[in-house]
């Protein structure tokens, strides 16, 4: 007759590992974000938003109360190079 809790170790490893790992992912994601919680349903001008924030200040999530950009501004476009057509 098999012992009804000889099965709760494996359970309780694997359980465990689910943990760990959606921890470790919370973790990640929380200091990947500067330290704030993810943003979900962005659409598109929260997007260009977030671009224009991360050329002023080289973050994502940061924001800057200056009212005069950087000079580095200025020359970091968000357009990026095209190939050259040929006719």
Known sequence: MPV???SLLPFAI???MYVVTATGLNVTRYYSNDRKPGRYGL???ENQMMERDRRLT???RGQSD???AP???ATN???YLEKQRTH
Do not use: C, R
């Open 43 to 45: 659409d598109l001008w």
């Open 58 to 60: 080289g973050s994502k």
């Open 14 to 16: 694997i359980a465990g």
């Open 4 to 6: 009804p809790f000889e």
């Open 66 to 68: 200056s009212p005069i």
């Open 77 to 79: 476009s968000i357009w």
């Open 71 to 73: 000079a580095g501004f």
